[in-house]
């Protein structure tokens, strides 16, 4: 099996799920999941269909979250966002603050429990009800300190300025 296939477990909306194998970033097209089954069969889901995608380490283990909120501000540079699903579930996480990054199928999520099974979550934009930014964390363009010319004796109201 070929490193770009990643480990999935499907989460369709009728609580149905599926495991299998994605293309690393091009999994999507034309509105469908292709996904590559265990077994050596290609199926194609309708995103419409789908809660999520959930790329995991192990597909013994399942892709539940230990924690489906973040306990303290993330530490990690990027968006903080909450999901709200169609069926009123609710999910933080945190998404990449780049543009490029964004596909107009769905986000993808670094989920709040980082030590779980599940690494990242795929969530197309048809299974949410609301996507509300909570913070933007990092990655803020820092000014540098204005840096005094110590090699230049101050003189007249320089020394006054530099006083107070």
């Known amino acids: 099996?070929?490193?770009t296939h990643k480990k999935v477990i499907v989460r369709k909306m009728d609580r149905d799920s599926l495991t299998g194998y994605v293309a690393g970033s091009n999994f999507v097209s034309e509105g469908k999941l292709e996904l590559l089954t265990p077994s050596g069969k290609v199926i194609f889901?309708?995103?419409?269909e789908v809660k999520g995608v959930y790329f995991v380490r192990d597909f013994g283990d399942t892709e539940?979250?230990?924690r489906k909120t973040f306990t303290t501000r993330p530490r990690i540079e990027?968006?903080?966002v909450r999901i709200?699903?169609?069926d009123n579930d609710i999910l933080e996480g945190l998404m990449p603050n780049d543009l490029a990054l964004l596909s107009g199928e769905g986000y993808l999520i670094i989920p709040?429990?980082?030590r779980s099974n599940t690494q990242r979550i795929f969530v197309?934009?048809?299974a949410l009800s609301s996507l509300t930014v909570l913070a933007v964390i990092g990655g803020g363009v820092r000014r540098r300190k204005e840096e005094r010319d110590t090699g230049q004796v101050p003189m007249f109201d320089?020394?006054?300025?530099?006083?107070?």
């Open 78 to 80: 990027g968006l903080w």
């Open 45 to 48: 889901i309708d995103l419409k």
């Open 84 to 86: 709200e699903f169609r």
């Open 124 to 126: 197309p934009r048809s």
């Open 112 to 114: 709040p429990d980082t």
């Open 158 to 164: 320089e020394e006054e300025a530099a006083g107070s």
């Open 64 to 66: 539940a979250l230990g």
């Open 1 to 3: 099996m070929p490193s």
